[in-house]
């Protein structure tokens, strides 16, 4: 199983970037998926949720009305559109995979983690 996520980088704030996960060796579309991040000295902390349909969707409210998640499954891949960036969306972010989206939700029972990549909003 893999996940690898990409398109992180440097962006002022205001500004946005679309992360994506590509999946891989396991069956995508039969999985909620979802979005965590980490800043430095601070806990993982969930961001936002898919379901395997793509047809239920949740965000932390600290990202509600600015961040879309979305999945393509005939691509294995799961994105995360950020738009109207801060300095405190600042952190590696990492993708996620679980059963349902409830357990993306309370950040239970994960069954795969992707790679990181870092979002820097600069002030």
């Known amino acids: 199983v893999q996940l690898q996520a990409s398109g992180g980088g440097l962006v002022q704030a205001g500004g946005s970037l679309r992360l994506s996960c590509a999946a891989s060796?396991?069956?995508?579309?039969?999985?909620?998926m979802g979005w965590f991040r980490q800043a430095p000295g601070k806990e993982r902390e969930f961001v936002a949720a898919i379901s395997w349909g793509g047809g239920s969707t949740y965000y932390a409210d600290s990202v509600k009305g600015r961040f879309i998640i979305s999945r393509d499954n005939t691509k294995n891949t799961v994105y995360l559109q950020m738009d109207s960036l801060k300095p405190e969306d600042t952190a590696v972010y990492y993708c996620?995979?679980?059963?349902?989206?409830?357990?993306?939700?309370?950040?239970?029972?994960?069954?795969?983690w992707g790679t990181g990549t870092q979002v820097t909003v600069s002030s």
């Open positions: 060796g396991y069956s995508f579309s039969d999985y909620a």
């Open positions: 996620a995979g679980a059963l349902t989206l409830g357990h993306l939700v309370r950040d239970n029972d994960i069954l795969y």
